[in-house]
């Protein structure tokens, strides 16, 4: 799909990069300059420039423009949301209380209900340990 946006040069370019914002401008970019040049193309029946004028050419560029500032500020806020990591403060509380409680709850578990307790609460805490390791996981969700 990219080829029929962007020549293969610069779809190339834009795959074979490594960073990764600037694949998503160069194609945004694209995108508005298509817009533009459908909007302001002549009128090949009748000759006439249309330059923008308030007919139909108009209200396209003016709703393709729109679609394309939606998907910049989507990709805006998704690149918000993947530049932002948890502070180092939250996750160390987090981990300090969780791994205190499992601690707790192993001992009062055993001194209340014997050994056979254990097994259980290993396993709890395992489930519970995996849910923190894949919360940290998806700190970064995009990469």
Avoid at 32 to 52: F, P
Wanted: some cysteine; overall charge negative.
């Amino acid at each position: 799909e990219l080829g029929q946006l962007l020549t293969d040069s610069e779809a190339e370019a834009v795959l074979n990069t490594s960073d990764v914002n600037l694949g998503t401008i160069v194609i945004l970019n694209k995108l508005r300059q298509l817009a533009w040049k459908a909007a302001t193309a002549k009128d090949t029946q009748g000759g006439s420039d249309a330059s923008l004028d308030l007919g139909p050419r108009y209200m396209l560029y003016r709703q393709l423009n729109e679609q394309i500032d939606e998907m910049t500020g989507a990709w805006g806020a998704a690149e918000r949301i993947s530049a932002t990591p948890l502070p180092l403060v939250y996750v160390a509380h987090l981990r300090t209380f969780l791994l205190l409680y499992l601690i707790l709850w192993s001992m009062e578990s055993a001194a209340n209900h014997g050994w056979v307790s254990i097994p259980i609460v290993f396993a709890a805490s395992w489930g519970l340990l995996g849910i923190e390791a894949a919360a940290v996981e998806c700190e970064r969700p995009f990469q």
